[in-house]
Every structure is written in structure tokens, then in C-alpha cells.
């Protein structure tokens, strides 16, 4: 499938700030202090967490979506741990968000994508062990990993509009970027842990609502399409079905893996049945959920003592090649012939 790509004088203003990003600085990952800036030194951009990343932002510096007069403050790395250690495991205060792009080296074997969005109750962003330490698991399949970093409520802005735009955003910069990647368009998903998941969700329902809001001929990615092609929620906060609301399902809603430990993480697995019973009653396809004997909240995949809710990740692969993902870049997946035949049988727009 080809995906038309905006004229390429609109594309420069989006990644003007990676353009200035000589390729050496991606030799080194990204040390856990954050600079004192000053307006005078332009927006922040963080260097990649780990080597070979590429970090590109979400919006031009003179996009609405943004808090202009905050863009050149700089993130605080590890506040949880007084900000010490020399890795990046948790991050606040985002004001340009960005998303760090780990292509597979074997991906020409797949194309298929994931966009993660990290946890932390919208007070910061667990971008170490929700979002790196998974580089590595999907690249021995072939998977590209990208690491979403979005703005949050605690610095002063609305998780259910800034958030879910910035996953939005997201989905349709890498879709842009697909053919320059070696990605296949069609195999680009979004999986969100707890917080991050209450942008996953959003994600599988909203995108033709995004679309009609972001559809100007202002906008240099209007033309590419902001609906991911699989969901993933992993121990999720509260979804759009929560507190007895029922928003439409799209018929073309992306396949949901959904896990999570039970009575242990009640509240959660009570918002991920939330989620999974409205599209389960409705019939849509490839919906699979995991509510496991034992486990608490978090973790990402360093669950110990060797518990089934450690397996997971497992089982989100075996979902994923089931449904086709890791078939050869350009074929037809079970997922998307299997949500045509769902949308056809659909009375809704």
C-alpha cells in the first residue's frame, strides 16, 4: 500500500529539529541529567536514551499544539530517583514531545512497528523499563520499537486531548516515514502501559475524530491516516468505556491484545474488562485478553519468581504472528482482512 507523503517543504518544518541532529550524536546513549537552558537555546530535544535511536519531534516549534514559551525547558530524568543513575528510566516535565525510533535490524523480514507509550500516572513517563528495555525483545523479531514521549497532566496538560493527540501524532510520523525505514504502512500499532494505555485505547476508537480535526491543508500530514493497526493495552488505566460510558466502535477498530495480573491489580483488570466486554458483545475480531491468577501492577517485563503473568510478552507474539504481523512487508494480514470483514457486516458509517 502506498501512503502519499505531504510535499517535502511541509515534512522539513515537522523534522527540521532532527535535521540539525548530526548522525554522530546517536553514537552515545543519553546521560540521566538534564541541561539548565535558557529560551535563547530553542526547543529541547532529548538525545537518544540508548545508541542507534533517532529522535524526532512531534510538532514544528511554531505549532498551536504546543506551550511555546516552555518549549526550550529541558526534561527531568529520574526525579523518582533523585535523579541519579546513568541511565534514563523516567522522565517529566516534556514540553516538546518526541518520539525515539529503534528500526530492527531484521526488519526487512516484516516491516511491523510498535509504538510503546510508557506508565506513570501522568506524573512522569517510566520510558526505561515501559519503553527501552523492550528494544531489544522486539528486535529479535524483527519488530521496530519506537518510544513515545508524551506530554503529561502534571505539567499542566490534559491527558485525554494532549496526550491522545501526541499518540496520534505519532502514528502518522512513523506512517510518513515508512517507506524510508523499510516499514510496512500497514503494520504500525500502539500499545500503552497503565497511564500510557489511556492513549492506546483512545487510539483504537477516536482516529477518524482526529482526522476530521486535523485534516487542514495547513497541516502537512492531514493526507496519512492516524489509526493504528493493532492495540495493545498492558495493565491499562481507565478507557473511554469507564464509569458506564459507551463510546461507538468504530467498525474498522484495530485488533486489542489486553493483559493484566487480577486480584492483585483489581482496579486495572477491571478497567481492561471495561474495555474488552463492549467489543466482545459487538463481536469484533482478534480481540484477546489475559487477566492472570497472580501479579500486581507494572513491571513491564520484569515480572519475578517466574509467574504466569511473566509470560505475557509471550503471548502478545504469539497474538501478533498469529494475526500476521511478522509475514513478509506488503502481504495482506489476517488482521486487516479480518477487520474488512467485520466493517462489512457493520450498519454504522
Known amino acids: 500500500m502506498k501512503i502519499p507523503r505531504p510535499p517535502a517543504c511541509r515534512l522539513a518544518v515537522i523534522f527540521a529539529l532532527h ?28 538525545a537518544p536514551a540508548l545508541p542507534g535511536g533517532i529522535v524526532l519531534a512531534l510538532y514544528p516549534m511554531d505549532s498551536p499544539e504546543l506551550k511555546r514559551e516552555r518549549l526550550h525547558e529541558a526534561e527531568n530524568y529520574n526525579s523518582t530517583s533523585g535523579g541519579g543513575g546513568q541511565r534514563v528510566q523516567s522522565t517529566l516535565n516534556i514540553h516538546n514531545p518526541s518520539i525515539e525510533v529503534h528500526l530492527a535490524s531484521g526488519r526487512s523480514s516484516n516491516g511491523a512497528a510498535v509504538i510503546i507509550a510508557p506508565g506513570g500516572g501522568h506524573k512522569i513517563l517510566w520510558v526505561g523499563p515501559e519503553g527501552h528495555d523492550f528494544i531489544p525483545f522486539f528486535a529479535q523479531y524483527g519488530v521496530s520499537t519506537i518510544v513515545l514521549r508524551n506530554r503529561l497532566r502534571v505539567d499542566g496538560y490534559d491527558a485525554k486531548v494532549d496526550a491522545v493527540n501526541d499518540a496520534f501524532q505519532a502514528i502518522r510520523i512513523v506512517r510518513v516515514h515508512a517507506a524510508e525505514w523499510k516499514l510496512d504502512p500497514a503494520k504500525i500499532g500502539f500499545i500503552g502501559f497503565s497511564a500510557g494505555a489511556e492513549l492506546a485505547a483512545p487510539a483504537a476508537l477516536f482516529f477518524d475524530d ?43 477498530v484495530p485488533p486489542t491484545f489486553i493483559a493484566c495480573a487480577g486480584s492483585g491489580d483489581r482496579v486495572h483488570a477491571v478497567w481492561a474488562t471495561e474495555y474488552f466486554t463492549p467489543m466482545l458483545q459487538l463481536g469484533v475480531p482478534n480481540l484477546e485478553m489475559h487477566i492472570y491468577g497472580r501479579g500486581t501492577h507494572g513491571g513491564g517485563l520484569k515480572y519475578r519468581d517466574g509467574i504466569p503473568l511473566g509470560t505475557w ?20 494480514t489476517k488482521a486487516a482482512a479480518d477487520v474488512a470483514a467485520f466493517a462489512a457486516t457493520r450498519k454504522i458509517p
Do not use: C
Open 19 to 46: 535535521a540539525l541532529l548530526p548522525f554522530g550524536l546517536f553514537a552515545q546513549s543519553a546521560p540521566a541529567v538534564a541541561p539548565t537552558r535558557a529560551p535563547s537555546d530553542g526547543p529541547f530535544l532529548p
Open 210 to 252: 482526529y482526522q476530521k480535526k486535523h485534516s487542514a491543508s495547513t497541516d502537512p500530514l492531514a493526507t496519512i491516516s492516524a489509526r493504528p493497526d493493532f492495540i495493545g493495552l498492558l495493565y491499562p488505566g481507565p478507557t473511554p468505556f469507564a464509569k458506564g460510558e459507551t463510546p461507538a466502535i468504530p467498525k474498522n
Open 313 to 332: 510478552q509471550d503471548r502478545f507474539m504469539d497474538w501478533f504472528r498469529d494475526l500476521g504481523f511478522l509475514g513478509k512487508p506488503g502481504a495482506e
